[in-house]
């Protein structure tokens, strides 16, 4: 049995809480929030974020970040991407050394363009990171439906410490060195889900949302090599696999949010009705940023930036796609 804690009461954080004390680990969840925090010990559900999910009463709840991290043999940093600097800034006090943080967040900091567990290695040092990701809603997870995920590390070993802390027979892990992919597959399929929900704002079928998955993904393995990535990471799980799921499901903020933006709300009209964070509109900038860094075409990300920052429409940002110079599908295949 580990002794672990979750940083962050929202819907994947308190899904994982439950994963992981049904798997027999000591939990304990912090959250800022002092009513999120007797609510949730009153209430043994989340009934906001994750209703129908019932909160095992082996879980402790705090807003004592001290009493949260100290001495755990795991954290797991699952508050918003926007959100990792400030609270790891809170929590390096509090850290032992090689202490194992694993960030389950998915979003690029727009400022310095890091990943997040470069975030997390510059504001606390002493600590040993790794990241859990995939095609995986805390609403399915939360009810224990089978989910498949990919964690990553710098070391086998912390990889498959990682993986025996959350595997079981509904929540399958794989590892992965390719820390790099992984976290920008989970990142930037943020994005690409903003404009099929766009797409589906404005009635558009399922040629178009075909066709916005896999040009995403064509975007986002071109700039994730460019960078150092591996391909095959952005095929996997994290990579395809993560942008299927947050462009067709229910489930997905980042696709309800493109939605209300094609039904002709704005930006932050959007992101108020979702009540909660889009990451995607914090990881664009960054992701159109690195685009031009690396010089990348990234067609898809330029247009959903366009919406989100310059005051272009939807339907304008379809047509310019649309309309761009003709071209062949692949660079690499050429005429006999």
């Not at 960030?103 to 363009?113: F, H, S």
């Not at 903003?194 to 993904?217: E, H, P, Q």
């Amino acid at each position: 049995m580990a002794n672990t804690a979750i940083i962050g009461a929202g819907s994947w954080g308190t899904a994982l809480a439950v994963l992981l004390a049904h798997n027999g680990h000591e939990v304990t969840v912090w959250s800022i929030l002092e009513n999120e925090v007797e609510m949730l010990s009153r209430e043994r559900e989340h009934k906001e974020k994750l209703p129908g999910v019932v909160i095992p009463d082996s879980i402790q709840f705090t807003t004592d970040l001290e009493y949260a991290s100290a001495g755990k043999d795991m954290v797991v940093m699952a508050v918003p991407s926007p959100y990792t600097r400030s609270t790891a800034h809170n929590m390096a006090p509090y850290i032992g050394q090689d202490q194992l943080i694993v960030t389950v967040a998915k979003g690029i900091e727009e400022d310095t363009l890091m990943i997040q567990t470069e975030i997390i290695e510059q504001e606390i040092p002493q600590a040993v990171t790794a990241v859990l990701s995939g095609p995986s809603h805390a609403e399915e997870v939360g009810r224990g439906l089978p989910t498949t995920v990919v964690v990553g590390a710098k070391s086998k070993e912390i990889a498959e410490r990682v993986q025996s802390y959350f595997m079981n027979e509904v929540f399958r892990v794989y590892t992965s060195p390719d820390i790099l992919g992984i976290e920008l597959g989970g990142s930037l399929k943020n994005v690409i889900a903003l404009a099929a929900g766009m797409a589906d704002g404005l009635g558009f079928g399922d040629n178009t949302k075909a066709a916005l998955v896999t040009r995403g993904i064509a975007e986002m393995g071109r700039l994730a090599v460019a960078m150092g990535a591996k391909a095959e990471t952005l095929n996997g799980l994290s990579g395809i696999g993560d942008l299927i799921v947050t462009c067709a499901s229910r489930h997905s903020r980042n696709r309800k949010a493109g939605m209300l933006i094609g039904q002709g709300y704005s930006m932050q009209e959007a992101m108020d009705e979702v009540h909660m964070v889009v990451e995607g509109v914090y990881s664009a900038k960054a992701a159109i940023a690195l685009s031009k860094k690396y010089q990348i075409d990234m067609p898809i990300v330029e247009q959903v930036n366009q919406v989100l920052f310059h005051g272009h429409s939807a339907k304008e940002a379809v047509h310019d796609l649309m309309l761009r110079q003709r071209r062949s599908e692949s660079d690499e295949l050429g005429w006999e």
